[in-house]
């Protein structure tokens, strides 16, 4: 059985590393520099949905706000990710367009990564009515069965569910969902705790008619909660570094069944592309539905709008968040490695949360062995968990040809120059590109400026003190930068200042 990486050969090669020290404080010097200041400013927000779950423990009330999506027909959604698909009309006011709450009975609401996570519209929506939603469920109890459970493990070992669902519209152009839905991918989680579901579907925004990605949709990757899900099975490298199974790999699928396309089928109800590397390979046990794998979290997509790369935001383990550039086939690490680390995991009495240095002919790019490394980091001496991230394509000068990202449970905005980054994805570890912050602003009513953080903004929504902000990125259609945070229901977004005349 192919499995990717040849793991005895990591270990001859990093064995000397035995004798190195744990590494405490991956990234010592600062990385992330102050100097790029950007205006934010609040376009709605989304209701109070906090009191409808018994199983929901989040004392905020207002909707956990995951995705903003513009549609090239300049129709705006987003959702709520305990169970809500809104459409944001002229004036920002949200109308519920689709109720995927009432569909879906065994739902699992209790916790930020839970509910109702991900939503895309297809390119053609306003001609077939296909949209694609990704949610979680829990298995006790729920009659449905998984289409893919871990290796070595049975479906009575399965604990939760992520799904990945079809929808279709009767009527695209209504203000309200009406139509039918259909199952694409059922997949089974066997730790103890919900998390790092499948979290994001998505199409190739660059894509065109007739290229070979148009109507692929993507699912991130996801190691299904095997670094922080809890039980006897937590930790288990064993589940990385396959090409056998989703754990840890970002897929790739044409969503229609296979019985409208007469291609391939996948695990769940939709075809195989057969452009795809892996459906090619001439391995009958490797999947052909893998784009990439190697990832621990990588729960947010996006493609420059310039020239169609393909970014990942890869939440790390217990020191390193990282940017990476996807491409086909690519082995991204992860339990083996983190950002340009070696992971405890693979050492002689280490553990998932230690990291050790590589050794400088690996680290230099003289000895490739054989995966890809991050184009951006940090550590979490700055944050401790990456948000999404998009090339910037809109108005703010200060923003043209950066890299916009984040730090979820921080709040801290970040850019990185997009160059640089696609020149760091050269094959050797250590180069990245630096990282700057970006420090906010807000104009009140009479024009007046004021400095603000996330965190700053979500407190005062609340009234409250928060532990943390829960941040997440999307971009509008015109290529500006939206943030919101699983809190307080506000949408917000980055914008060109405009002060009121005689403001300060």
Same mark, same amino acid.
């Given at each position: 059985?192919?499995?990717?990486?040849?793991?005895?050969?990591?270990?001859?090669?990093?064995?000397?590393?035995?004798?190195?020290?744990?590494?405490?404080?991956?990234?010592?010097?600062?990385?992330?520099?102050?100097?790029?200041?950007?205006?934010?400013?609040?376009?709605?927000?989304?209701?109070?949905?906090?009191?409808?779950?018994?199983?929901?423990?989040?004392?905020?009330?207002?909707?956990?706000?995951?995705?903003?999506?513009?549609?090239?027909?300049?129709?705006?959604?987003?959702?709520?990710?305990?169970?809500?698909?809104?459409?944001?009309?002229?004036?920002?006011?949200?109308?519920?367009?689709?109720?995927?709450?009432?569909?879906?009975?065994?739902?699992?609401?209790?916790?930020?990564?839970?509910?109702?996570?991900?939503?895309?519209?297809?390119?053609?929506?306003?001609?077939?009515?296909?949209?694609?939603?990704?949610?979680?469920?829990?298995?006790?109890?729920?009659?449905?069965?998984?289409?893919?459970?871990?290796?070595?493990?049975?479906?009575?070992?399965?604990?939760?569910?992520?799904?990945?669902?079809?929808?279709?519209?009767?009527?695209?152009?209504?203000?309200?969902?009406?139509?039918?839905?259909?199952?694409?991918?059922?997949?089974?989680?066997?730790?103890?705790?919900?998390?790092?579901?499948?979290?994001?579907?998505?199409?190739?925004?660059?894509?065109?008619?007739?290229?070979?990605?148009?109507?692929?949709?993507?699912?991130?990757?996801?190691?299904?909660?095997?670094?922080?899900?809890?039980?006897?099975?937590?930790?288990?490298?064993?589940?990385?570094?396959?090409?056998?199974? &989703?754990?840890?790999?970002?897929?790739?699928?044409?969503?229609?069944?296979?019985?409208?396309?007469?291609?391939?089928?996948?695990?769940?109800?939709?075809? &195989?592309?057969?452009?795809?590397?892996?459906?090619?390979?001439?391995?009958?046990?490797?999947?052909?539905?893998?784009?990439?794998?190697?990832?621990?979290?990588?729960?947010?997509?996006?493609?420059?709008?310039?020239?169609?790369?393909?970014?990942?935001?890869?939440?790390?383990?217990?020191?390193?968040?990282?940017?990476?550039? &996807?491409?086909?086939?690519?082995?991204?690490?992860?339990?083996?490695?983190?950002?340009?680390?070696?992971?405890?995991?693979?050492?002689?009495?280490?553990?998932?949360?230690?990291?050790?240095?590589?050794?400088?002919?690996?680290?230099?790019?003289?000895?490739?062995?054989?995966?890809?490394?991050?184009?951006?980091?940090?550590?979490?001496?700055?944050?401790?968990? &990456?948000?999404?991230?998009?090339?910037?394509?809109?108005?703010?000068?200060?923003?043209?040809?950066?890299?916009?990202?984040?730090?979820?449970?921080?709040?801290?905005?970040?850019?990185?120059?997009?160059?640089?980054?696609?020149?760091?994805?050269?094959?050797?570890?250590?180069?990245?590109?630096?990282?700057?912050?970006?420090?906010?602003?807000?104009?009140?009513?009479?024009?007046?400026?004021?400095?603000?953080?996330?965190?700053?903004?979500?407190?005062?929504?609340?009234?409250?003190?928060?532990?943390?902000?829960?941040?997440?990125?999307?971009?509008?259609?015109?290529?500006?930068?939206?943030?919101?945070?699983?809190?307080?229901?506000?949408?917000?977004?980055?914008?060109?200042?405009?002060?009121?005349?005689?403001?300060?």
């Amino acid at each position: 059985m192919r499995k990717g990486l040849c793991l005895p050969v990591l270990l001859c090669l990093t064995a000397p590393g035995a004798i190195r020290a744990q590494v405490a404080d991956p990234i010592e010097a600062p990385v992330i520099h102050r100097g790029l200041k950007a205006r934010v400013e609040t376009l709605t927000r989304l209701p109070e949905t906090g009191s409808l779950h018994a199983d929901d423990r989040d004392p905020a009330t207002w909707a956990r706000v995951s995705f903003v999506r513009d549609r090239a027909d300049g129709r705006r959604f987003a959702n709520d990710s305990r169970g809500f698909l809104y459409e944001l009309r002229a004036g920002g006011e949200p109308t519920l367009y689709a109720d995927v709450d009432a569909a879906f009975p065994h739902a699992i609401y209790d916790s930020l990564a839970s509910g109702f996570i991900g939503f895309d519209f297809h390119p053609e929506f306003a001609a077939n009515g296909l949209f694609y939603t990704v949610h979680g469920e829990r298995a006790a109890g729920n009659p449905a069965v998984a289409d893919f459970v871990p290796p070595g493990f049975g479906p009575s070992d399965v604990t939760y569910h992520s799904v990945i669902t079809e929808w279709r519209a009767t009527d695209p152009a209504a203000a309200a969902f009406d139509g039918s839905r259909r199952e694409l991918l059922r997949i089974g989680h066997i730790v103890e705790l919900f998390r790092h579901p499948f979290g994001y579907v998505g199409f190739n925004p660059t894509a065109e008619p007739g290229d070979p990605d148009y109507g692929l949709l993507y699912a991130s990757g996801s190691d299904l909660g095997f670094s922080n899900g809890g039980g006897p099975h937590e930790a288990d490298p064993a589940q990385m570094q396959r090409l056998d199974t &989703v754990v840890g790999a970002i897929l790739r699928i044409d969503p229609r069944s296979p019985s409208e396309s007469g291609g391939v089928k996948g695990i769940g109800d939709y075809t &195989v592309p057969a452009v795809n590397m892996y459906a090619d390979d001439g391995d009958p046990e490797t999947l052909g539905e893998i784009y990439a794998s190697g990832f621990r979290n990588a729960h947010r997509l996006s493609w420059d709008l310039d020239d169609g790369t393909l970014f990942a935001a890869d939440i790390g383990m217990s020191h390193i968040e990282e940017i990476n550039i &996807v491409h086909e086939g690519g082995n991204y690490g992860w339990m083996q490695r983190e950002g340009y680390f070696d992971n405890g995991v693979s050492r002689r009495g280490g553990v998932l949360g230690d990291v050790f240095l590589l050794p400088s002919e690996v680290l230099n790019g003289r000895y490739p062995d054989g995966f890809a490394y991050p184009v951006a980091m940090y550590d979490h001496d700055d944050g401790e968990a &990456v948000a999404a991230g998009f090339t910037y394509h809109g108005a703010i000068p200060a923003l043209q040809g950066k890299f916009i990202f984040g730090d979820v449970a921080r709040g801290r905005l970040f850019a990185a120059d997009t160059a640089a980054m696609k020149a760091a994805d050269d094959g050797v570890p250590e180069t990245v590109a630096a990282i700057e912050e970006i420090q906010l602003y807000a104009r009140d009513t009479d024009g007046n400026r004021r400095d603000v953080t996330m965190e700053d903004l979500v407190a005062e929504a609340l009234g409250r003190d928060i532990e943390r902000v829960d941040l997440h990125l999307s971009r509008s259609a015109d290529g500006e930068i939206f943030i919101t945070s699983r809190h307080d229901g506000y949408i917000r977004m980055l914008v060109p200042d405009r002060p009121a005349d005689g403001a300060r």
